[in-house]
């Protein structure tokens, strides 16, 4: 008599291998740019600009040149999120065998990579709500204005027509940096933004171009990051724009992101709801931005 085996299923080994958190693209801008902390709901830039009139020397007093001392608002938008987790759902799945003996689960059995998958999902939604938050939208963008709509929105920023393509980014870009205010040609803070998508034809577009060989790069581009040729200029790739048709130069110090505390982000609530019998998650924080001077911009669209 043969083996008769129809009415098993054939066995997979789902404790084998360890549970993998999806990989998320991080933010980091916030890294790059200034943060204003402690505002529960609006606080302001404040700006100082001399206008300078020199005069011939002599006696006399001719009074001329003025001081100017200006303000720009970042409004921060409270942002929360609340996640429940029934624990009992785990018990007829293979992480039944990652939970403690008995019937009162109170802890997540992979609370490590539970905290930690969260923490980069807060990282990667932050960099594209600073860059492409609007609220005249839909969906979780819809919560705050980013800098695009800010830039969008303001006659004072230096607007440049440029194209994305392989066979054009690269004078694009160029563009972009002959249009700098002279004020600040010399910062050397300045930085080009645009997103992953954007930064791999124009590296790309370098290479093609048998500029693969130069070196003005701080990292040659390992970390996203370029220095334009013969420019004092960074390229940096950020989450927050991909898919998005904007390059964004400026001196990365007059970009502002405004927030409560940043460790909000960060140092969020896991715990057991003994009412409700289900772990939660809480995450809430405030963040808006704004930037200091609009004729410092150069937005490329």
């Given at each position: 008599m043969s083996l008769n085996v129809s009415a098993l299923t054939a066995w997979t080994d789902e404790h084998k291998l360890d549970l993998?958190?999806?990989?998320?693209?991080?933010g980091r801008t916030i890294d790059m740019i200034n943060l204003q902390s402690g505002i529960k709901n609006a606080a302001t830039i404040n700006t100082l600009n001399s206008v300078v009139d020199f005069q011939a020397g002599g006696c006399g007093w001719s009074e001329a040149g003025t001081t100017v001392l200006s303000q720009r608002t970042i409004t921060v938008c409270p942002i929360k999120l609340n996640e429940s987790t029934c624990l009992d759902t785990l018990e007829t799945y293979y992480t039944s065998k990652m939970m403690r003996p008995g019937s009162y689960n109170e802890d997540i059995p992979f609370a490590q990579l539970f905290a930690d998958e969260k923490a980069a999902q807060v990282s990667s939604f932050v960099d594209s709500l600073i860059w492409a938050g609007d609220t005249s939208t839909s969906g979780d963008l819809s919560l705050c204005d980013g800098f695009i709509k800010l830039m969008d929105a303001d006659a004072s920023v230096v607007d440049v027509n440029v194209t994305f393509t392989?066979?054009?980014?690269?004078?694009?870009?160029?563009?972009?940096?002959?249009?700098v205010p002279s004020d600040v040609i010399d910062h050397d803070d300045l930085t080009l933004f645009m997103g992953y998508d954007k930064y791999r034809v124009y590296a790309k577009a370098l290479r093609d171009a048998n500029l693969f060989h130069y070196t003005g790069a701080e990292n040659q581009g390992q970390d996203f990051s370029q220095v334009v040729p013969g420019t004092n200029v960074k390229v940096v790739a950020v989450k927050g724009l991909n898919g998005i048709a904007r390059f964004v130069l400026t001196p990365a110090k007059n970009l502002y992101v405004g927030v409560d505390m940043l460790s909000d982000m960060e140092d969020f609530s896991i715990f057991y709801s003994a009412d409700n019998d289900e772990?939660?998650?809480r995450i809430k924080f405030k963040i808006g931005?704004?930037?200091a001077f609009s004729d410092f911009v150069v937005l490329g669209a």
């Open positions: 993998i958190a999806k990989s998320v693209l991080k392989a066979g054009t980014i690269i004078a694009s870009v160029d563009a972009m940096v002959a249009a772990v939660r998650t931005v704004n930037y």
